[in-house]
């Protein structure tokens, strides 16, 4: 995989995440036995069921989420993606947050494994 293609997919899944979000096509982006780690240190959920309660839950409470994606940096199946985002919460917070994130494809371009890194304590002040 390119950098360009693995761009073209992950904006796609940000999009799918917070623009929409819409839970069936965001589960679409994974393989079926795909893992995904929101954030690193938290149990990994595995397969298309748990990763679409952890976007429900989410979307229960964002009003506006945005993520914009700074740079991706692609090594065979993997790629480094820096991102950022704007969310603002259904009480009317705002938070900008900086992260970090690992993806790893595999060979249909479908998401085996994600991992997250960001200022979670940043995160959960905003949800608490």
Known sequence: MNEAEARQ??????????????VRVFTTFFAPDGVLEDPVGTPPLRGHEAIAGFLEAG???L???????????????ESAVRW?????TKR?????????????FDEQNKLRHVREFYDVAKLLAIFS
């Open 92 to 104: 009317g917070e705002r938070l900008t947050i900086e992260g970090i994130g690992i993806f790893t």
């Open 9 to 22: 997919i992950i904006e796609a899944y940000f999009h799918a995440a917070m623009q929409v979000p819409d």
């Open 63 to 77: 009003e506006r989420a945005e993520i914009v994606v700074r740079e991706i940096i692609t090594c065979g199946s």
């Open 84 to 88: 950022s985002g704007d969310l603002s």
């Open 59 to 61: 979307k229960s409470k």
